[in-house]
């Protein structure tokens, strides 16, 4: 009778410990809206303590490219959407030292991440020997968006950049 109690109290307690465990244990964060998307930033090795501000989220079908600023430092996020329907981060980059940077999204994607600190306002460059131009907004943290010339191969050459301020002064260039 006494090791009867005994097995029910081990197992009841076990059972407790268990259900703990999992209702409060580690908890897989999906990147299914703007609050989501920022726990999950701030689950990831080196990016714990970090200020998140979203600036635009993204879908292109079962893709979401997410830009943001980690203690106002430009940053791009793609998740994936499984079969649940949730998205689960794949790629992180945050560009240091930077406050315009570009991000690679797919073969003909690019996106300009600018914080507020940014005092480019145009930029050109040649893309396999085609100018491409943008304009951005100076000191303003801003998402901009570019498709890329269409090309056999998806390859691309990026020659002669100028950076321009808002009064068209070049403030940087190089080829």
């Known amino acids: 009778m006494k090791s009867r109690k005994l097995l029910f109290v081990t197992f009841g307690i ?37 200020s998140i501000e ?3 989220i ?24 499984n079969k649940k329907g949730n998205y689960i981060w794949r790629n992180i980059e945050v560009k240091e030292n930077e406050t315009f940077s570009s991000f690679h999204i797919s073969p003909r994607k690019m996106m300009f991440v600018t914080n507020n ?18 304009e951005f907004i100076p000191n303003k943290a801003t998402v901009t968006w570019a498709d890329l010339p269409q090309t056999d191969n998806n390859e691309y050459t990026f ?13 940087k260039k190089f080829d």
């Open 54 to 56: 979203i600036l635009e």
């Open 117 to 134: 600190e940014n005092e480019i306002a145009k930029m050109q460059v040649d893309i396999n020997e085609q100018n491409f131009e943008r």
């Open 58 to 81: 993204k879908d292109f079908n079962d893709l979401r490219i997410v830009a943001f600023l980690a203690n106002n430092k430009p940053g791009c996020i793609e998740f994936t959407e």
């Open 14 to 50: 076990l059972v407790v410990a268990i259900l703990s465990f999992y209702f409060n244990g580690t908890k897989q964060f999906y990147g299914n809206d703007e609050a989501s998307i920022v726990k999950v930033i701030n689950s990831i090795e080196g990016y714990e303590h970090k």
């Open 159 to 171: 020659r002669n950049y100028k950076y321009y301020d808002k009064d068209g002064i070049i403030i």
